[in-house]
């Protein structure tokens, strides 16, 4: 069992930065593949950004590419979301996840399906 904890959200004006923070607790953080997926009121969920076990691969939803940036701390099991630049169509409640990937150190996963765990969520209010 892998627990997830976020946060980091909050409410900033269109242009302004966030930066959200998951924790991870219970098994061996590096064996997991992370994702932040965000998910709007009447929307579903949706990608946001992945990075591989060893940090070496990350990916970015073409909405998010420039603007957001994902990383992660293997020695302190956290990993981030740096969002810069942000838009009111950015508003949506955060949640990152973690799916297993032993053996593949670079693999990172863009879809719900491979999640194995999932945090609460955390939210994100963008003002215009």
Do not use: H
């Amino acid at each position: 069992q892998v627990q997830l904890v976020e946060s980091g959200g909050g409410l900033v004006q269109a242009g302004g930065s966030l930066r959200l923070s998951c924790a991870a607790s219970g098994r061996t953080f590096s064996n997991y593949a992370m994702g932040w997926f965000r998910q709007a009121p009447g929307k579903e969920r949706e990608f946001v950004a992945a990075i591989s076990r060893n940090g070496d691969m990350t990916s970015y939803a073409d909405s998010v590419k420039g603007r957001f940036t994902i990383s992660r701390d293997n020695a302190k099991n956290t990993v981030a979301l740096q969002m810069n630049s942000l838009k009111a169509e950015d508003t949506a409640d955060y949640y990152c996840a973690a799916a297993l990937s032993m053996g593949y150190s670079y693999r990172l996963y863009e879809k719900v399906g491979p999640y194995d765990y999932w945090g609460q969520g955390t939210q994100v209010t963008v003002s215009s």
